[in-house]
């Protein structure tokens, strides 16, 4: 399969984007792909997503590199380049409920998580052999109050030395502290069981459960240091009734929660989330 | 078409109710065309809708409900005795926005909502016409915060007047007076354009814009003097994305208000709702 | 509001395309609102649809007129242009059920749906009372077998009459000749109240129901010379028990059938609709 | 847990049938915990499904049994009593895409399924190592036109032995002979890749594709002589766009088919499902 290159980018919108980014991939023959764009008037903002073919492109990586920084410094964009040979490097956390983590596993192995996964990391050792049958090493992390920072500085030497880009929090139930979440702006993603805002913080199914709802939810969202408050990137329902007790709320939302976590996944490892003023831009 | 009689009850688990409901009706011969029942363990509560035709049936109304009687003390039902003869008589209040309106009137008119609607009240004067259209009478009641207590009792004398079982409030902008609510428990409807719990209060779109979430929703439910609080009847959702702007989340509203409004009322009016403990049984 | 133009394309995909399209623009000082493109790799097509404001534009109409047409040569490109002054005329046909053309009136009304409708067709009478309601001149033309010629020939003259650019059948139970379809090609949305191709024809709910199936749904297409099985724009589905009777599986078709066909009339008339392939590419 | 037992059955609609039943259990001193009826008044059949504790229910199974068989024949009844201590045993059918049984084995380890799994049958071998991880025994077990005979009588005796109440085909690509189905009337279940009857046969999301669809499908449903025309237990659909292509189409259709499939496979194994005219009552 061929090198694809996606460059990512926003910036205040102004005219001549299109055109300078048009022209600059024509004159270094870019096969353009898939490019989608974006303004929200409300704050003047412009986002842009292009994927070409890099086989007959002029440029190399470097020298594309340079071109781009050119105009971006002009325009004043943020951006991001990424080729699909770089596959993201990917560390999940999970406590003691496993069933996103086997959902991401089986999607990575046939083929619908374009990511590496060099490890897996728990406060509880349950996951252990389901890493080993899909051949992922895995760190059993204990976390209690007194041991918290601690842990936290085990976990963080080892994505660094793993090279993680992605941090996904598969129901992960310990909240990390501002310093863990400061290494990864933009690069933790949280499945949170509920519909936000609905139900913000623990027992979300017991509470939609006491209050009667007739739908219940799941969200996934970037982890910034306000607790469930961070730019969601994807959401889903489903239908209950009062036959539903509990329990069934728990495995629907498992079903909801898988689904949702591993969307948000996808589209992160694919370059199609911008996250900005607290909400999400995803490209399809 | 023939006369139906329909039985919903509520009352505490116990062994023998449905032999003995079954049985009352069998001796009388009755031909069952649908039955429904629910328990909720949690609050050892009981339910139950049942639906028969009345043209074998051995007894007449009177004697139907004095049967009834009988055993509903014994068990400590709270019951509710229809039949299809007897239309509910339904009243709609509204303010500017008409949408609901529509198609709660178009819905009556094609036959999809089986009572009567002997008026349409506004604070607004703007809907006159739709309701003349319909042959509808309407009542322009206008209402400031110094004419509110005065307003209400004009509309109560009109309910009144009219023999009205249900008040739909089809988008009516003004709270309604605990003394309001307090003639008509159960007997309220409202529509509320937001996924409850998520954004109670005003201006539910433009937060969930702001808030970036990625589906909006609408939940209809019964008025109790808590505002936004009463027993759920139903709800929905519809996706967005980050090219929605506000008035694309206030135009797919409105087709989400509608639905989660037309359903809430057919099933109120076919005598499937059955609220307790803040929740609703709603059989299908 | 400003007026904007609408430029819709497509043409066999090759590089310079979004260069050539972005620096007409950006030289002419347009102030892009949105831009969507598409590329079919397995036919080569590329296809766009590009608004902006022209405000600012450096080119009036006639001018604009010309310089697409000089590169739209270059590319073999096939285009329209559309400004939002030049609201879409509109035709309406209906038959018995007028369930989507109050919905369709109630929308345009509403300002949901930005385009003039100068008449409504229909082979009944009924409908008439709700055409003057709306003020919309009403036209009853009578189909019968030895009729149909002659009616098509009165109701394309009513449609020249009044420059209608699109017909929309809300439910029109007459199929329309070669002849017809051919004035109109890609100008002519129907709404299939089935899930196509699942039950094409006639009384697609009755096979529904006599087949057990747990959905329903419903298809608005262009229509062409193969009855049903024109370019699907939209398509829609409903969640159906074995509570459901047939009564039960029309009333949810009826609610199906107005949202699919307003959904495929208003992407029409904003230009979002590009046909090809006997598929459709819908730019939202 | 208390042991429950489940009583479903069937027969022509007649009056004294809830009497009948209600008073039986009530007389033995039932706890009922859910009971479910319904009529198809089209064809003049009652369905029910009742559940109830048998920790204090006066009757052994033996005495249960003898009872209702005594109102059974008196109401012409087709009926099935199970209990819940009494797990049926499923045996999985896969061939080379495992989506569905990586599903299926996951929901049925973290108890979502309340069945035993004795044995897994493949005509690859690709799923071998999943077997083993799970701990369910793997028989491979080739099919070519000339083996497919001798390979089903060798299945038939693996789901002798292993007392086998119910085969689940979780993408299993080889078509049964009506001996093979013969054995296990309403006791194979399938998973189409379509939604029926859309598409039926081979590469349905191909012609899915093709066809333009808006929406894809996938169907469960019960396995007779007649390929893909059996009775419908559960059908799901996902919504594509024209930026679908092929392989995306596969991979939501992976979602749905896992989504439905275990869907059909919990109801059933719950006693929930009753089929009859080539339909389905899914009792929820």
Request: hydrophobic letters at 45%; a negative charge.
């Amino acid at each position: 399969m061929s090198q694809h290159a996606v460059l990512l980018l926003s910036c205040p919108d102004q005219k001549g984007l299109v055109a300078t980014i048009a022209d600059f991939l024509y004159r270094n023959n870019a096969n353009i792909l898939h490019a989608d764009q974006h303004q929200d008037a409300n704050v003047g903002q412009f986002f842009m997503r292009v994927e070409w073919d890099m086989t007959d492109f002029a440029l190399d990586q470097v020298a594309l590199d340079a071109g781009i920084s050119h105009f971006a410094e002009q325009f004043q964009m943020q951006w991001r380049l990424s080729f699909t040979a770089d596959r993201p490097r990917v560390a999940i956390f999970v406590s003691g409920y496993d069933h996103c983590l086997v959902d991401l596993l089986y999607r990575h192995q046939c083929g619908e998580l374009a990511c590496d996964i060099p490890l897996i990391i728990s406060n509880h050792s349950g996951a252990a052999p389901l890493a080993e049958f899909h051949g992922i090493p895995f760190h059993h992390i204990p976390v209690t109050a007194e041991t918290k920072a601690a842990a936290e500085s085990k976990q963080l030497t080892l994505l660094d030395e793993n090279r993680v880009d992605l941090v996904v929090l598969a129901r992960y139930m310990q909240i990390l502290s501002p310093r863990f979440v400061g290494h990864y702006p933009d690069g933790i993603i949280n499945i949170h069981h509920s519909f936000l805002p609905a139900f913000l913080g623990a027992n979300p199914y017991q509470r939609a459960f006491d209050r009667g709802v007739k739908l219940i939810g799941a969200t996934s969202h970037y982890v910034t240091d306000e607790l469930d408050e961070g730019p969601i990137i994807e959401q889903d329902v489903m239908r209950i009734s009062h036959r539903d007790q509990l329990d069934d709320l728990i495995q629907k939302g498992r079903d909801l929660e898988k689904t949702v976590l591993s969307r948000a996944v996808r589209w992160h490892i694919q370059h199609r989330v911008l996250p900005y003023a607290n909400k999400t831009v995803v490209f399809d």
